[in-house]
Each structure stands twice: as structure tokens, then as C-alpha cells.
């Protein structure tokens, strides 16, 4: 009986583990070899340089970051590179739920935005 007892335990645990909150915060991901600066256009007034490799996170709760206050309130964004080719051309610039992540990706000397959940 102590072992049945442990083994739901041990699933419970594991199905609490592997259960996923929505996202909490507009973040952007920067996956490429190119620092990049964010900025938020309209809906809030999130700035901020993105290094290579890192993710950098604003709460879509506070006003600073989303002025809606909705997590699906629509946030204009820009995204530029601070080297590189693209550094005048801007990389990409477009409009995201303010719980979602943008992913900047790299391929060649091009990069590219996308928006995941």
C-alpha cells in the first residue's frame, strides 16, 4: 500500500512538473551572433539591448510594458541590430501579443522576427 501511495505521489509531482503557466512577460530571445536593441513602439515602453544569447523579459502586467494591461493587448515593436549589415535596415518591426516571445533567428547575414507563444 506505501509503495501505491508513493507512486501516485510520483505522478502527481511529475504531472505538476511538466504543467506550463502561460507566459507572464513579453520577452525577446535573441538567438543570433548580433547584439540588437527592442523597443516597444506603442502600447508600452519597453527598451532594451538584447545581447547575443540572452532573453530579456518585461511583465505584460505592468503598465511600463503593456499599457493595456491585457496579455493579448497588441504591442508595436522594432527590433534593430546594433552591428552587422542590418544595422541601418533595422531587422524587423511588427505587432505581438503582449504575453508572446519574440525569437530573433539568424540565417547567413539576415535576421528575422518571430512571434511564439
Known sequence: M???ISLIALAMAIGLMSYSEPAQA?????GTATP????ILSGGKFKSKVSPGVIECCD???AN????GDKFSNLKFVVTALAGPQTRTGV?????P???EIQI???GDKIRCVGVK
Open 2 to 4: 506505501p509503495l501505491k
Open 26 to 30: 513579453i520577452c525577446v530571445n535573441n
Open 36 to 39: 540588437v536593441k527592442v523597443s
Open 60 to 62: 505584460w502586467q505592468q
Open 65 to 68: 510594458c503593456n499599457r493595456g
Open 92 to 96: 524587423c518591426k511588427g505587432t505581438i
Open 98 to 100: 503582449a504575453s508572446y
Open 105 to 107: 533567428r539568424q540565417s
